[in-house]
């Protein structure tokens, strides 16, 4: 059986990455293919409980250990993710490790390779879809700033570090 492609959409906050990603879901199965849409954070989980109440202003944390969390989340979903995969079903990916570097790496202090170091590991996307918006667009969209991150001068720092991240099966 053919191994389920790894595509992952990234990019910053109110771009439509939840749409595109319905939309491709839709897409593949009008062509008969078999897909699943997972989101990071996931806010179910133990760990995505923490970091939900953290992004609605509900709990401090370090930067830290708010961005070794987001890592957390994703590795509770390591190993579904390859069985989804081997079992070939495609994975629609709603942000990944890239927005978990983007993000904590605009912080102050915060260091980009050591951002990068506990997400080493994780399956690699086949294609990343980086959604490109000007940050003015986003942010006069519904919602925009209801959650910590949403601030124009904050995203213009995430969205010049996930161009920093960009690596050759991206697709801007
Ligand atoms: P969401 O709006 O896609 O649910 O994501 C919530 C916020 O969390 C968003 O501002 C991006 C941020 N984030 C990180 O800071 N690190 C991460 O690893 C992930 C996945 C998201
Ligand atoms: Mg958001």
């Known amino acids: ?10 990019g910053c906050d109110r771009v439509g990455k939840t749409t595109q990603c319905v939309k491709l879901i839709e897409k593949i199965a009008a062509e008969n293919g078999k897909s699943s849409l997972l989101k990071f954070p996931e806010r ?3 760990t995505g409980q923490l970091i939900n109440d953290y992004l609605s202003n509900k709990l401090e ?3 830290r ?3 070794l969390l987001f890592s957390a989340n994703r590795w509770e979903t390591e190993a ?3 069985l989804l ?3 070939g079903t495609n994975l629609i990916v709603d942000r990944y490790a890239f927005s978990g570097v983007a993000y904590s790496a605009a912080k102050e202090g915060m260091d980009i390779e050591w951002c990068r170091g506990p997400d080493i590991g994780l399956p ?5 879809v980086f959604l490109d918006l000007d940050p003015r667009t986003a942010a006069s969209r519904v919602g925009y700033g209801e959650e910590r991150y949403e601030h ?5 720092v995430v969205r010049e570090n996930f161009l920093k991240l960009k690596e050759d099966n991206w697709k801007v």
């Open 61 to 63: 944390l370090s930067d």
């Open 65 to 67: 250990v708010v961005h």
């Open 44 to 46: 179910s989980s133990l």
């Open 1 to 10: 059986m053919m191994r389920g492609a790894l595509i992952v959409l990234e």
């Open 124 to 128: 690699r996307p086949d294609l990343v």
């Open 80 to 82: 579904q993710m390859k």
């Open 85 to 87: 995969l081997k079992s």
């Open 152 to 156: 124009r001068r904050f995203q213009e």
